[in-house]
């Protein structure tokens, strides 16, 4: 919709003023307008935007304020390996004290291994509880790394 209202073609226009569902549609798009938190979104890209800023001001997002600079660090997801079993992975983006806490004043958001606010951070980064996974993770990356160099001579 938005294109269209933007069209500077003279047969669009006309269209566009003249067509009840246009202005029912530019109505029900503009009136009132749609909000994401204060953001008030004109556009897809504008949505995208607010999404994302939302997403990293969040405790399970601050942390991927850079990621669309390196999108290679998501491979891992996708490329079989399983260097992060299932059930950690469901534990380390789900199960954090820091969601669990949301909207519970009294309930602790401390790790019960270490001490720290349990975030998704804490528990994929710094937790001893999740050191041995994590050091195994990169071992295999580093033995990737190698095969591949030496391959190359």
Known sequence: MERVTKSTDELIEAMV???????????????????????IITNRQAAAVAWSGGLI??????????????????????DGTQLLSG??????TVATRSRAARGRPLASVRCDCCGWT????????????????????????????????ENRG
């Open 57 to 78: 001001r969040s405790a399970d997002g601050y942390g991927l304020s850079a990621h669309q600079q390196v999108p290679f660090v998501h491979g891992w997801v996708t």
């Open 118 to 149: 349990e975030t998704l951070e804490h528990v994929i980064q710094v937790c001893p509880r999740t050191g041995r996974p994590r050091i195994k993770r990169h071992d295999a990356l580093m033995d990737k790394l190698l095969l591949k160099m």
């Open 87 to 92: 059930a950690n992975y469901i534990h380390a």
């Open 17 to 39: 003023r003249s067509s009840t569902t246009s202005r029912k549609e530019l109505a029900r798009c503009h009136d009132p307008p749609i909000k994401v938190g204060q953001t």
